[in-house]
């Protein structure tokens, strides 16, 4: 792999032809099953998904991308596509959670034991690795967060949960990288947003869905989706914490809020996938600038250890202008690869 790889965090726009994307846009990111939002009919939207990750793939390939994702096409949302294929759910009556803006939103019920009854993404692992020739990453949401994003009728704890949410995971993930996954990233952004809780039981989960995984693993913790979560702490309240997990990569927000990037110098040992794109606004940064956040975190992290990426999922720009940041991503990235 060459110096400072870029890729995708993990998902790309879909098309308006897809999805209804101003309905999209105009809810919180959905936690239960939203099927009104697709514009395909149930018979086609498949072979409908299918086409549009094809599109995601050759743009991410288009603008120079050295890690390629499927785009998270086949998403409604980044967990509620895998939360809602376990056992334990019930799909029929919802349950109702506080979002991380503090407003209620439906969510899974759990009202058994979490268990993964079939594999759920590694279809999705599959097309993509035979859409591409270059090293593929596929996301997964993590225990914790799902844990965070259920309402509970059934286990004692929150941690007993998560424990089981992180098998679930585990099992998915050990299919995944047999599918021919490269990367496999965990999505924990509620680790950010319930620091306290995260500390008692969320590294645990993680660890644990972690567990004899047998290829390159990221976790990706943020501030929200910029289109929905307009305030930016200065920094992170749980980062540290993650240099002792087993993950080997963790993926960090440093654009948007303009992170102080000596923090990184607690996760010594591990790659940053260093978040340079500014997804709050539909203004394309120049290279220039990309490279420019790059070096702010050269004193923190050696250069063998960042690959370079946006600050979160590309979901809610238009499309025209996630393919002129990833572009300008690529371009920044390679005058930084130039100069070292």
């Known amino acids: ?24 846009a105009g809810r919180f990111p959905p936690r239960v099953r939203v099927n009104e939002l697709w514009r395909v009919a149930p018979e086609w939207l498949e072979q409908a998904q299918d086409d ?15 890690i390629i994702t499927d785009g998270e096409m086949r998403r409604e949302s980044y967990s509620n596509r895998f939360a809602t294929a376990l056992d334990g759910v019930d799909l029929d009556n919802h349950g109702e959670a506080l979002d991380r803006s503090g407003h209620p939103n439906p969510v899974p019920r759990i009202v058994g034991k979490i268990k993964r009854r079939h594999s759920v993404q590694v279809r999705d692992v599959k097309f993509l690795r035979a859409n591409t020739d270059k090293a593929i ?62 500390r008692e039981y969320g590294v645990d989960a993680l660890n644990a869905a972690l567990d004899g995984a047998k290829g390159k693993t990221a976790v990706h913790i943020c501030f929200g989706y910029a289109a929905i979560i307009h305030e930016r702490p200065e920094g992170y309240s ?24 000596s923090v990184l110098e607690n996760l010594r040992g591990k790659t940053v996938i260093l978040g340079v794109i500014d997804l709050s606004t539909n203004d394309v940064e120049t290279p220039e600038t990309v490279a420019e956040r790059i070096r702010r975190a050269l004193p923190h992290v050696d250069a063998d250890k960042i690959i370079v990426a946006p600050d979160c999922g590309m979901k ?8 002129g940041k990833m572009k300008a991503m690529a371009e920044g990235a390679a005058l930084v690869r130039a100069e070292l």
């Not at 704890?157 to 996954?181: H, P, Q, R, T, W």
């Not at 809610?316 to 393919?323: G, K, S």
């Open 52 to 66: 549009a990750t094809i599109l995601a793939i050759r743009d991410q390939e288009r603008a120079g991308l050295d």
């Open 1 to 24: 792999m060459i110096l400072l790889p870029t890729s995708l965090v993990g998902s790309y726009p879909q098309p308006d032809w897809l999805i209804d994307r101003e309905k999209l």
């Open 238 to 261: 749980f980062l540290p914490e993650l240099s002792d997990c087993c993950v080997q990569q963790v993926s960090v927000e440093t654009a948007q809020s303009n992170l102080d990037t």
């Open 316 to 323: 809610y720009l238009p499309r025209d202008v996630a393919f």
């Open 137 to 198: 990453k596929i996301t997964v949401p993590g225990p914790f967060t799902m844990s965070q994003q259920a309402q509970n009728d059934f286990y004692e704890s929150e941690a007993e949960m998560a424990l089981d949410y992180a098998a679930a995971v585990n099992e998915e993930i050990k299919d995944m990288f047999d599918a021919g996954a490269d990367y496999v990233q965990i999505d924990e952004p509620y680790m950010q947003a319930r620091p306290e809780k995260a």
